[in-house]
T-cell receptor
Framework: SQQGEEDPQALSIQEGENATMNCSYKTSINNLQWYRQNSGRGLVHLILIRSNEREKHSGRLRVTLDTSKKSSSLLITASRAADTASYFCATPESGTYKYIFGTGTRLKVLA | DTGVSQDPRHKITKRGQNVTFRCDPISEHNRLYWYRQTLGQGPEFLTYFQNEAQLEKSRLLSDRFSAERPKGSFSTLEIQRTEQGDSAMYLC?????????FGSGTQLSVL
C-alpha cells in the first residue's frame, strides 16, 4: 500500500525555474522524508523534516510540512538539468521504522 | 562507508524458476529493508529486519517470497516459482536511524 501520494505525477520545466511538488499522507507521522531517484538507480535521501517543524532548507531545497492537512511540499529553486529525476516522499507507519513511499513526481528540467 | 551493495545487478529467469538476490548493507547499520518497484511506481515495502530479526513482512507478499538476514549482516531475498508478475526492480536499503541508504537494485525479468 502507498501511504503518500505525490502531486503532480509529472512536471516539465525550463532550467532556472522553480519546481514544486506535493505529498499527501494518511496517518500521523513523526517525520517525513524526500528522496530522489535517477532513472534505473536506487533512491538518494534528500531531506528529513520532523513533525514539530514547519519548514526546512538544504541548499536549493525547501521543504514544508503541514500536519493539520497531512501534506508536505518540496521546492527546488533555480532548477538544473541534473535535477531531472523522480522524487518520492516517505513516511513511517506509526510507531515503527517501516517506511512507506509515495507514488512519485517525475521531474524533467529542460536545458 | 562503501554503500549498500546488491548482487546481481540484473537477473533474467524463466517462469517457474527460483531466484535469490543478495544485499550487503552499510556495516553497523542495524536495519535492512527490501522494496519492490515497477516502472512508474514508488517503491513498495516488502519486509524489514532489525539485526537478524524480521520485524514485518508485507501482507501483499505471497509465500513464494522469503527473506533472511543471518547474523544480522547481509540479507538474501528468494523468490520461488517465479511468475511474470514478479518482474520488477528489487531494492535493498539499510539504516541506523531514520535515513535510508539504498543500493542500486536488482532488475528481475521473468520470461
Amino acid at each position: 500500500s502507498q501511504q503518500g501520494e505525490e502531486d503532480p505525477q509529472a512536471l516539465s520545466i525550463q532550467e532556472g525555474e522553480n519546481a514544486t511538488m506535493n505529498c499527501s499522507y494518511k496517518t500521523s507521522i513523526n517525520n517525513l522524508q524526500w528522496y530522489r531517484q535517477n532513472s534505473g538507480r536506487g533512491l538518494v535521501h534528500l531531506i528529513l523534516i520532523r513533525s514539530n517543524e514547519r519548514e526546512k532548507h538544504s541548499g536549493r531545497l525547501r521543504v514544508t510540512l503541514d500536519t493539520s492537512k497531512k501534506s508536505s511540499s518540496l521546492l527546488i529553486t533555480a532548477s538544473r538539468a541534473a535535477d531531472t529525476a523522480s522524487y518520492f516522499c516517505a513516511t513511517p507507519e506509526s510507531g515503527t521504522y517501516k517506511y512507506i513511499f509515495g507514488t512519485g513526481t517525475r521531474l524533467k528540467v529542460l536545458a | 562507508d562503501t554503500g549498500v551493495s546488491q548482487d546481481p545487478r540484473h537477473k533474467i529467469t524463466k517462469r517457474g524458476q527460483n531466484v535469490t538476490f543478495r544485499c550487503d548493507p552499510i556495516s553497523e547499520h542495524n536495519r535492512l529493508y527490501w522494496y519492490r518497484q515497477t516502472l512508474g511506481q514508488g517503491p513498495e515495502f516488502l519486509t524489514y529486519f532489525q539485526n537478524e530479526a524480521q520485524l514485518e513482512k508485507s501482507r501483499l507478499l505471497s509465500d513464494r517470497f522469503s527473506a533472511e538476514r543471518p547474523k544480522g549482516s547481509f540479507s538474501t531475498l528468494e523468490i520461488q516459482r517465479t511468475e511474470q508478475g514478479d518482474s520488477a526492480m528489487y531494492l535493498c536499503a539499510s539504516s541506523t536511524n531514520e535515513k535510508l541508504f539504498f543500493g542500486s537494485g536488482t532488475q528481475l525479468s521473468v520470461l
